[in-house]
């Protein structure tokens, strides 16, 4: 039988209950958006995502997720809710379920996950869109305006997009490091024993829709990676590991940046590569790993290139600025001089082009 995509996504959006959770963003009076997003304030992956539909001026309706990791007497997160949730299954097209955790949260290495967010919804060519790294590239193909991933950069755009996925965001954010937690307190005591709370509200769905072995698949393997990812931040190896390939990963873009003397990942052309580094730098000076450039030795030009990048207006509403987006952090100071630092870079770039 045919599946009604509108009727899905309706009842995706039903599932979200309260009218402040869903708004028009950025369309023409009366106009509906053709992308139905799904995402959640905090979220790194949502925060690409956005970043893109505020950089490209896309249109969207938003529904914002409460992903209700933190309160210890949260309800049940949004993004587990079986109409959210089927809308997701959509795009497994039979692919593999989550079945593990590495610290990362790429589907190339975890498998997808149908209970996160994330989503994108098509009403044009009713197609549900999941991962962030597929969802802003997809976003960019189907609409007009300046291409951030142009055709003669695809190849190492999409090198530089696999380099982001693959680092351990999520990994760092719910486990501390060995070496001394730096994680924002409030974000951090909320944390802990989350993996329980995400089990225990998964357990309970599979209790309520006993007669549905799709939801019943979908949780038991949400299950099974919260299992993994529970003893990933448990073992002091892991974290270790984890923080030296966040080491790594800071010192890649320096590498990147040493070939060439733009002021952008790529070049001159600010890009996806931008995107996704901008909201990796970002969510690591906020857990407290600016120290990784910052010491001005280490990697050098991730340090001038993170002023230019966390000041572009689009990030900055996107992500900085965007309401819930950033919780408090010791580590975030005032955001006034990255504006400062992208003036100086547009003027040395038409100095360029000028001469
Ligand atoms: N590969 C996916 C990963 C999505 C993901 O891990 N989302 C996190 C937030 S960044 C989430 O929704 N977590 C909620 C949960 O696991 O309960 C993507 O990039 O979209």
Wanted: overall charge negative; glycine content about 6%.
């Amino acid at each position: 039988m045919a599946i009604d995509f509108s009727a899905l996504v309706e009842r995706a959006n039903a599932a979200l209950e309260a009218p402040e959770q869903h708004s028009i963003i950025g369309a023409r009076d009366g106009q509906s958006p053709r992308f139905d997003v799904y995402h959640a304030p905090f979220s790194v992956c949502s925060h690409k995502v956005r970043a893109v539909l505020v950089e490209k001026q896309i249109p969207f309706t938003s529904h914002d997720i409460r992903m209700n990791l933190v309160a210890h007497d949260a309800p049940c997160p949004d993004n587990y809710k079986p109409g959210y949730v089927r809308l997701r299954l959509q795009a497994a097209a039979g692919g593999a379920l989550v079945h593990g955790f590495t610290g990362q949260s790429s589907v190339a290495s975890e498998g997808l996950d149908p209970c996160v967010v994330p989503t994108l919804a098509d009403r044009e060519k009713e197609q549900v869109v999941v991962d962030s790294a597929k969802i802003c590239t997809y976003l960019d193909q189907e609409t007009d305006g300046t291409p951030l991933i142009p055709a003669d950069l695809a190849d190492a755009i999409a090198a530089q997009i696999a380099l982001i996925d693959e680092a351990p965001h999520v990994g760092i954010l719910y486990g501390a490091s060995p070496s001394g937690d730096q994680r924002p307190e409030r974000v951090a005591a909320g944390l802990s024993g989350v993996h329980d709370r995400k089990i225990k509200h998964l357990q309970a769905l599979i209790a309520a829709h006993s007669d549905a072995p799709d939801l019943i698949a979908a949780y038991t393997a949400k299950i099974a990676k919260e299992k993994s990812a529970k003893s990933f931040i448990q073992e002091a190896d892991t974290m270790v590991d984890a923080h030296a390939r966040m080491k790594d990963h800071v010192i890649a873009l320096d590498n990147q940046l040493k070939t060439h003397d733009g002021p952008w990942a790529m070049g001159e052309a600010y890009t996806m590569a931008d995107i996704m580094w901008s909201v990796s730098l970002f969510r690591l000076k906020w857990i407290g790993l600016g120290r990784l450039w910052e010491d001005g030795d280490s990697a050098p030009r991730v340090n001038a290139y993170t002023a230019r990048a966390f000041s572009r207006p689009a990030f900055q509403k996107s992500v900085i600025n965007w309401p819930k987006s950033t919780p408090p952090s010791k580590h975030i100071e005032d955001t006034a001089p990255y504006a400062q630092a992208l003036h100086e870079t547009w003027r040395a770039i038409a100095a360029r082009k000028a001469s």
